[in-house]
């Protein structure tokens, strides 16, 4: 028997992410305490027009369609209730955006993770949140070009996630350590996902791809033993920052300036141009947060700042009637 609607009603919340944490391309990312979007999900079965409309976007300047087939949330949503059989059923979709768009904060996979798990709350969660990775990294593929889950899987699950098989998918899920704090900096630049992933070497040499091991495994250890003195030594990336980070004016003096204040550790968030720290205590991550912002401003960039700890919850429902 197929799964029936539980509710008239769902409002969710997705957190904004930080993907690849520097040695994880594609593969590891965490939940950000804060910022994220939020989704309206309505059963109108009096409507005329039959399968999903969305109705509101609100946060993002006018830039996202209100075209399901085009949307993010709406693929992810649709890609769901397919799944379900329920693509006849009417229901109308509202976008609020509340996090900053084109920032490298996930904000495309906040937006696809939120549009399915509001079907999944709508019809009584028949599906796990492991279930609903595929399903949200399909609308995640319509913004980025590419098939990866390293913003989708944190952003539901919540907690710093690692893929460590994409086919199938399996997700390692792992609780940041007592003390972790991070800095996020977005830089008022436009960087283009597909873009940037065009920078990225098709090949590397092996000695890299070693390093960059060696430093995951590193890193997943150091996370798992509250060791900041391993995190910090493992936040390095042979594959994507050293190609990408020139399109971030103040990279270079940003990094220095974070490590320099008692950071253990600076990169790109995604494929930018929003930068991330982690440091151990909340008054680090603060002082670390405002002197990054400093050096951008002094290039004339407008910043948005967060300092927050790891969200362990991912996508929850706000409420449902
Ligand atoms: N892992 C991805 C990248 C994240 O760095 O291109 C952005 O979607």
């Known amino acids: ?25 594609d593969v590891l990312g965490l939940a950000i305490d804060g910022p994220g979007d939020r989704v309206v999900l309505r059963h109108t ?40 059989g329920a693509e006849e059923e009417s229901f109308e979709m509202e976008i609020h955006k509340q996090m900053p768009f084109g920032s490298g904060l996930g904000s495309s996979a906040a937006s696809a993770v939120a549009g399915a798990f509001a079907v999944n709350a709508l019809f009584g969660e028949p599906l796990s949140k492991v279930d609903l990775i595929e399903h949200a990294m399909a609308g995640e593929a319509l913004a980025s ?8 899987a944190p952003c539901i699950l919540g907690n710093i996630t690692l893929i460590h098989s994409n086919s199938p998918l399996e997700v390692l899920e ?35 791809a070693t390093q960059q091991a060696a430093h995951l495994g ?5 996370l798992y033993s509250g060791d900041f003195n391993l995190i910090g030594k493992c936040l390095e990336d042979q594959i994507a920052e050293p190609n990408r980070k020139d399109l971030i004016t103040g990279f270079d003096e940003a990094q220095d300036v974070a490590l320099n204040i008692g950071a253990v ?3 790109i968030s995604g494929s930018g141009p929003s930068v991330y720290a982690i440091s151990e205590g909340k008054q680090t991550a603060e002082q670390v947060t405002q002197c990054i912002a400093e050096v951008f401003e002094a290039c004339d960039l407008k910043c948005e700042t967060f300092t927050s700890g790891v969200n362990p919850n991912g996508a929850t429902i706000l409420s449902r009637r």
């Open 145 to 152: 070009g590419a098939f990866h889950a390293d913003n989708v």
């Open 218 to 222: 590193g890193l997943i250890a150091g």
């Open 1 to 25: 028997m197929s799964p029936s609607i539980n509710s008239q009603e769902v409002s969710v919340f997705a957190p904004a992410t930080i993907a690849n944490l520097s040695c994880g391309y």
């Open 265 to 267: 550790g600076f990169g």
């Open 174 to 208: 792992i609780e940041s350590p007592k003390n972790f704090y991070l800095s996020v900096v977005y830089p008022h630049l436009e960087i283009l996902t597909k873009e940037a992933r065009n920078l990225v070497p098709k090949m590397l040499p092996v000695a890299k």
């Open 45 to 84: 079965p009096d409507s005329k027009t039959k399968g999903l409309s969305i109705t509101q976007i609100t946060g993002d300047e006018g830039k996202l369609t209100l075209d399901p087939f085009k949307n993010t949330a709406g693929v992810s949503a649709l890609s769901v209730l397919k799944s379900l």
